[in-house]
């Protein structure tokens, strides 16, 4: 015959003191009779544990359109102040473009690299738009377009007095204004860019 001592985090409270009898098991139905044996002394002691399911999170990729995942806020929530002032600024600046901009229906926020990016799933106009601080300059924050696109080559010719990184993204600073009239066209374009070029094909 085996002795074990029982801990506080391996047995009940009241069996805490002792020790406790374990015998060397030959066969497996001891084991199941022991296992069995040992149930009913903790329901005695502490009564039945009732078996629940772990409930379903929201998957940080599921669509739900017009509303932030748990994880984007988290994303948000990271930034120093100034910056994620007017990132979120910028994010209601691309939801309410979205709802005022024919054909591109409701917008799905998500993470992509990292970014809040925000996508037209449902109706597939657009081209992904995504936003992020630029962490290499502080208090710089950008708006990223597909690199793969005309966009941005698009923006420079509307507005030159904008600031741009490359082919990829218009840069904005933390301590301006946002401009908000240019902005607003841009990420209009954007939202029905493949919408536009369904057209000029047909």
């Known amino acids: 015959m085996k002795t074990a001592h029982i801990s506080a985090q391996e047995g009940p409270a009241d069996l805490n003191k002792g020790s406790f009898e374990i015998p060397d098991f030959d066969h497996g139905h001891q084991l199941c009779t022991f296992a069995n044996k040992w149930a009913s002394v903790s329901d005695e002691l502490h009564g039945p544990v009732a078996m629940t399911k772990t409930p379903r999170t929201n998957s940080p990729h599921r669509k739900r359109a017009g509303v932030s995942e748990p994880t984007v806020d988290a994303i948000f929530d990271a930034y120093p102040s100034p910056v994620k002032t007017r990132l979120l600024a910028l994010r ?16 799905e926020e998500t993470l992509k690299w990292g970014q809040p990016s925000y996508l037209t799933t449902e109706s597939k106009s657009g081209s992904t738009i995504r936003i992020d601080q630029v962490k290499a300059e502080a208090g710089r924050y950008a708006v990223y377009f597909h690199c793969q696109t005309d966009l941005v080559e698009t923006f420079r010719e509307l507005y030159p007095e ?41």
């Open 162 to 202: 904008l600031r741009y990184g490359g082919n990829r993204s218009i840069l904005l600073d933390a301590g301006e204004k946002l401009p908000e009239k240019a902005l607003r066209h841009c990420v209009a374009l954007a939202l029905t860019y493949h919408a536009r070029k369904r057209t000029r094909v047909k």
């Open 92 to 107: 209601r600046l691309i939801f309410d473009t979205a709802d005022t901009t024919e054909g591109v229906g409701p917008l």
